[in-house]
């Protein structure tokens, strides 16, 4: 999926000047590499998945939602945070968590999975 396909594209526009920048189509959305690892994912399809997603640990949600308290665990991948596109602070937020990532905020960032060989995968129901 080209990045002009999707309307949140523009959150990673600051990335764009990282060497290790790569976006990559991840389930329909638009997801933002940096140093090899899944940082961000932005969605805009239905909800719960028309927002943006912070991929990381658990165990850092609370250091990051003290910095981000607009961030939220996400319904359905509840290992990772959320903001929803209607949130009042959403671009606030998102342009926040873009820079963390430029920034190489050790809180943000998970190793991918390695593909599944065969089938495409599609995001969870809820």
Same mark, same amino acid.
């Given at each position: 999926?080209?990045?002009?396909?999707?309307?949140?594209?523009?959150?990673?526009?600051?990335?764009?000047?990282?060497?290790? =920048?790569? /976006?990559?189509?991840?389930? @329909?959305?638009?997801?933002?590499?940096?140093?090899?690892?899944?940082?961000?994912? %932005?969605? !805009?399809?239905?909800?719960?998945?028309?927002?943006?997603?912070?991929?990381?640990?658990?165990?850092?949600?609370?250091?990051?939602?003290?910095?981000?308290?607009?961030?939220?665990?996400?319904?359905?991948?509840?290992?990772?945070? =959320?903001? /929803?596109?209607?949130?009042? @602070?959403?671009?606030?937020?998102?342009?926040?968590?873009?820079?963390?990532?430029? %920034?190489? !905020?050790?809180?943000?960032?998970?190793?991918?999975?390695?593909?599944?060989?065969?089938?495409?995968?599609?995001?969870?129901?809820?």
């Amino acid at each position: 999926m080209p990045a002009a396909l999707n309307s949140l594209a523009w959150i990673f526009d600051v990335l764009e000047r990282e060497e290790t =920048y790569l /976006p990559k189509p991840m389930f @329909g959305c638009l997801a933002a590499y940096l140093d090899g690892q899944l940082c961000l994912v %932005a969605a !805009d399809r239905d909800e719960p998945w028309n927002g943006l997603l912070v991929c990381t640990s658990q165990d850092r949600h609370a250091a990051l939602i003290e910095d981000l308290p607009a961030l939220r665990p996400h319904p359905v991948l509840g290992k990772w945070l =959320y903001i /929803p596109e209607t949130d009042p @602070g959403f671009e606030d937020t998102a342009r926040q968590a873009a820079a963390l990532v430029l %920034a190489h !905020d050790e809180r943000i960032g998970v190793e991918p999975k390695p593909r599944r060989k065969g089938g495409r995968m599609s995001l969870p129901k809820e």
